[in-house]
């Protein structure tokens, strides 16, 4: 190992132990001790950290409480950060707050840090075209039935069995922080950026069936289907037209693809 | 392989005064521009995919000349260039066409993880044989000369050979790289370690600089902490005309990183640095 490998290995472990004592090669002198020269380091990390990720949990801020400072002090702690954006360390929270104690008894704090993650990422994902109902026309009617759509890559689906997303829409409106509340079964959230905007909404039973079978790849046929399943061949058609039209308002699909 | 010599285009420009570009001020900045003559972007804000962040630099680089200032190079750390990220500074600087990119003489982390600092080198021949190796690397793959830019430091090596101007010089001089000198972070680290300001002024090339920082600071118990997010100090103004002396003509901005003041008081403090270094250069000329 060179000898500055060694000083930047020493100076990492320094940085990012609990308790440190600062390196021999850390220079002590008259204007300041090497532990308050090395604390600057220190504190500044976990500072710094902290305040991005703050930035990128309003929700679970706002669900946390007072818990939440100590919560992500906790994380930093646990998790060094491995990535040079800085905001990019928030990707391991959700799963830091399902597993480690105290946090995963409350199971809802994992599931409001994904929402918050899918709204990060979806904010500066790559940009994509969308398509709208006047495309459609393009698309033979012989060909249809076999056509698969493609979805924007940002469009993300949360199963949710707390409503987070409420305690996200009172983070973002400045509003008063709802009471939890639990379903019996789980609800689809839908994350998505249209333009520059990132919006989430909740999916009714039979639109995340068809959504996820487009996400999957499957045939306007199949999805059609699906639907079919659902309200009876008469009222299906009927359902998927108006799915299909709210999806293209809302800049989900990019394209499609014919067989 | 060994890293070829950088391509040398010709002189870069003289922008004038600027500002760093942060959220806080975009859309007072583009409805009243003033006399901001350029802006400084940090580099990995805009390393994305998409999104409200590129839609607001389009919008600035119709407006005003960038120029692109990373924090995440890590130029002194012995774990590899990060592919990815070199990758990614290089299609950005190839959308956008900044006047130059700039980043950091120090290491970011190691190991893998990144203490998101810049943490301070020690100023030894094995450093300085490391760094300006890796410059060229870099200057090679984005097809320009960078700017490394002064940190301020709390902490300094026994290992020690050099002072830290003269391993600044040494990397501009061996790498054939600009300087990017923090007016600031000259004055910090001085005080910090107990070195004259003025000679690390003397220290350093004048051919080589490029581009000037100003920021305030946070006087600490026994440490000043620089923490850009304050006024520039008056000792930081001396010190800039001390610099204005001795460098002439450089482009300059204040760069705010934190405790956003409303955008009037940055283009104030832009203009004192207009008003002190233009009868310079005057009567220099």
Redesign the interface.
């Known amino acids: 190992m060179s000898s500055l490998q060694a000083i930047q290995q020493q100076m990492l472990q320094a940085v990012l132990a609990e308790k440190s004592r600062p390196p021999q090669m850390v220079r002590d002198d008259a204007i300041a001790d090497a532990s308050s020269r090395l604390e600057v380091y220190r504190h500044g990390y976990r500072i710094r950290l902290r305040d991005a990720l703050k930035v990128e949990f309003a929700g679970l801020q706002c669900m946390a409480g007072a818990r939440f400072e100590s919560l992500l002090d906790k994380y930093v702690a646990a998790h060094p950060s491995e990535h040079y954006n800085i905001r990019w360390h928030g990707s391991g929270l959700p799963g830091f707050l399902a597993y480690a104690h105290p946090w995963r008894e409350k199971p809802q704090l994992a599931e409001m840090a994904k929402l918050d993650w899918a709204m990060s990422t979806a904010f500066d994902a790559a940009d994509e075209s969308h398509i709208g109902v006047a495309d459609l026309a393009a698309v033979p009617p012989a060909s249809w039935a076999g056509l698969r759509l493609t979805l924007q890559h940002n469009l993300q689906v949360l199963a949710c069995v707390y409503n987070t997303d409420a305690f996200r829409r009172a983070a973002d409106r400045n509003g008063r922080r709802p009471h939890l509340r639990r379903y019996a079964q789980p609800r689809q959230l839908l994350v998505w950026r249209l333009g520059t905007g990132v919006h989430y909404r909740r999916l009714d039973d039979d639109e995340w069936q068809v959504l996820g079978a487009a996400i999957q790849g499957e045939t306007f046929a199949s999805l059609c289907a699906s639907l079919a399943g659902h309200h009876g061949e008469a009222a299906a058609m009927a359902r998927m037209v108006a799915l299909l039209t709210r999806w293209l308002g809302a800049g989900l699909i990019h394209g499609w693809v014919l067989p | 392989m060994a890293p070829s010599s950088p391509p040398r285009p010709g002189p870069l420009p003289y922008l004038g005064y600027g500002l760093g570009l942060r959220v806080e001020h975009y859309e007072a900045l583009l409805a009243n521009p003033g006399k901001v003559e350029w802006l400084e972007v940090v580099s990995?804000n805009y390393?994305?995919?998409?999104?409200?962040?590129?839609?607001w630099l389009e919008r600035f680089r119709e407006r005003f000349a960038l120029v692109m200032h990373g924090v995440?190079l890590?130029i002194g750390?012995?774990d590899p260039l990060?592919e990815n990220?070199l990758a990614r500074l290089a299609a950005l600087a190839k959308r956008i066409e900044p006047a130059w990119v700039s980043d950091h003489l120090c290491?970011?982390?190691?190991?893998?993880?990144?203490?998101?600092?810049l943490?301070p080198?020690?100023y030894?021949e094995?450093?300085l044989a490391?760094v300006v190796d890796r410059v060229k690397r870099v200057q090679d793959l984005l097809k320009r000369r960078i700017l490394l830019e002064n940190v301020s430091s709390?902490?300094?090596?026994?290992?020690s050979q050099l002072s830290e101007w003269e391993f600044l010089a040494a990397v501009a001089e061996r790498a054939d790289c600009l300087i990017l000198l923090d007016i600031n972070n000259v004055h910090v680290s001085a005080?910090?370690?107990?070195f004259s300001s003025l000679d690390y002024l003397r220290g350093i090339p004048v051919s080589r600089v490029q581009q000037f920082h100003l920021a305030g600071y946070e006087q600490?118990?026994?440490?000043i902490?620089d923490t850009h997010d304050a006024p520039v100090s008056h000792a930081v103004w001396d010190l800039y005309v001390e610099a204005v002396r001795r460098f002439g003509r450089i482009s300059t901005m204040i760069e705010r990183d934190d405790n956003f003041p409303p955008l009037s008081e940055l283009m104030a403090e832009l203009e004192r640095a207009r008003a002190l270094a233009e009868p310079l250069l005057k009567d220099a000329a």
Do not use: C
């Not at chain 2, 005080?191 to 107990?194: I, P």
């Open positions: 990995e390393m994305v995919g998409g999104g409200l962040p590129l839609v995440s890590s750390s012995t990060d990220y290491w970011t982390g190691v190991q893998g993880v990144n203490l998101h600092d943490m080198l020690p030894t094995e450093a490391h709390y902490i300094s090596f026994a290992d005080k910090n370690h107990g600490g118990e026994r440490l902490i």
